[in-house]
């Protein structure tokens, strides 16, 4: 599936620092993630009689300033509790937090020797993450491109950016539906969107 190989790419590619130790088949470098492409547009009817319809993806309207403050809010929230859960060694939170296995199973490996991988614990005053597009904001989906830097807590790590996709849980109060490539595809992303079944556990 086109998701699954992206998700796997990108976590490759986000914890190069947990990887270089951890026991995986073959070694070839990530792959470059697809570039996003376009939304298309509906083009104009050949004649009056055969009107044609197009299916768009969501359209992307620019929220107000105080929502977007929120998101963002939201979405490093989120992040720096993942990058708390591995480093305080908890695989119960870590399978809390994360809604898709192929994002939890590397970190649950580093999490069993997380001293290894982190040079300090991670907090608000050595974490950043900045909101660079909100892709999608609806109740029960959260989507956005974000860039975050790890690098004063983890080692070797590095800036990256990706398409972080939320799920609101009410015993806490979002979950990370999946954590995808920077390009990934529209069409990629709304799949994870449109999941209703979201009670995977590890």
Same mark, same amino acid.
């Given at each position: 599936?086109?998701?699954?190989?992206?998700?796997?790419?990108?976590?490759?590619?986000?914890?190069?620092?947990?990887?270089?130790?951890?026991?995986?088949?073959?070694?070839?470098?990530?792959?470059?993630?697809? /570039? =996003? &492409?376009? !939304? @298309? #547009?509906?083009? +104009? $009817?050949?004649?009056?009689?055969?009107?044609? /319809? =197009? &299916?768009? !993806? @969501? #359209?992307?309207? +620019? $929220?107000?300033?105080?929502?977007?403050?929120?998101?963002?809010?939201?979405?490093?929230?989120?992040?720096?509790?993942?990058?708390?859960?591995?480093?305080?060694?908890?695989?119960?939170?870590?399978?809390?937090?994360?809604?898709?296995?192929?994002?939890?199973?590397?970190?649950?490996?580093?999490?069993?020797?997380?001293?290894?991988?982190?040079?300090?614990?991670?907090?608000?005053?050595?974490?950043?993450?900045?909101?660079?597009?909100?892709?999608?904001?609806?109740?029960?989906?959260?989507?956005?491109?974000?860039?975050?830097?790890?690098?004063?807590?983890?080692?070797?790590?590095?800036?990256?950016?990706?398409?972080?996709?939320?799920?609101?849980?009410?015993?806490?109060?979002?979950?990370?539906?999946?954590?995808?490539?920077?390009?990934?595809?529209?069409?990629?992303?709304?799949?994870?969107?449109?999941?209703?079944?979201?009670?995977?556990?590890?």
């Amino acid at each position: 599936m086109n998701r699954t190989a992206a998700a796997i790419g990108f976590v490759a590619v986000l914890l190069a620092a947990l990887i270089t130790v951890l026991v995986i088949d073959g070694g070839d470098d990530p792959v470059a993630a697809p /570039t =996003t &492409t376009a !939304p @298309p #547009t509906s083009s +104009a $009817p050949q004649s009056t009689t055969s009107p044609t /319809t =197009t &299916t768009t !993806p @969501p #359209t992307t309207t +620019a $929220p107000p300033a105080d929502r977007e403050a929120e998101i963002e809010e939201i979405m490093t929230f989120v992040e720096l509790r993942m990058w708390q859960a591995v480093e305080a060694g908890d695989i119960e939170l870590l399978g809390t937090l994360l809604g898709d296995p192929f994002n939890y199973e590397p970190l649950a490996e580093a999490a069993g020797d997380s001293g290894r991988y982190f040079s300090q614990s991670p907090s608000t005053s050595n974490f950043e993450l900045r909101v660079d597009e909100i892709l999608l904001d609806r109740e029960d989906c959260l989507v956005a491109r974000v860039t975050e830097d790890p690098r004063p807590f983890l080692v070797d790590g590095q800036v990256d950016t990706l398409i972080a996709v939320l799920w609101p849980r009410l015993e806490i109060d979002w979950r990370t539906g999946s954590r995808l490539g920077g390009g990934t595809p529209t069409s990629e992303w709304m799949q994870v969107c449109d999941i209703t079944d979201r009670d995977w556990s590890p």
